[in-house]
């Protein structure tokens, strides 16, 4: 794999899927309760938030205590902070992945 290729098209990837889907749902960053990332690289997750301007504290981090795990990231990262989840959270996923395919999600927690 060429590192630098894959790094920069996961953040653009990301972020403009992230962008995205707020958009279509009427949301900006200050909207947002939690921002759950696919974690494969600390650094990727830093550029995403830091592109769209939301605040470290609401972008939800393990891999730094599990490492990446693939397809599994974005869940086990939730279960991993679940006690943090409240009723009317709005939450966005965002991945990127195998093949250099990409998407995100939003939710609202119940």
């Known amino acids: ?24 749902n009427g949301l900006t960053v200050d909207d947002l309760t939690w921002f759950v990332p696919h974690q494969a690289n600390l650094r990727i997750i830093e550029a995403v938030g830091d592109r769209l301007k939301i605040d470290r504290d609401k972008v939800l ?6 490492g990446n795990t693939s397809g599994a990231s ?26 250099f395919t990409w998407g995100s999600m939003y939710l609202v927690w119940e």
């Open 1 to 24: 794999q060429e590192g630098r290729a894959v790094y920069r098209h996961a953040v653009i990837d990301m972020y403009t899927a992230s962008k995205d889907i707020m958009q279509r």
């Open 61 to 66: 981090v393990n891999i730094q205590k599990v």
């Open 74 to 99: 974005i869940p086990l990262c939730m279960d991993w902070h679940k006690d943090k989840f409240k009723k009317g959270d709005k939450i966005v996923l965002t991945a990127f992945g195998a093949g």
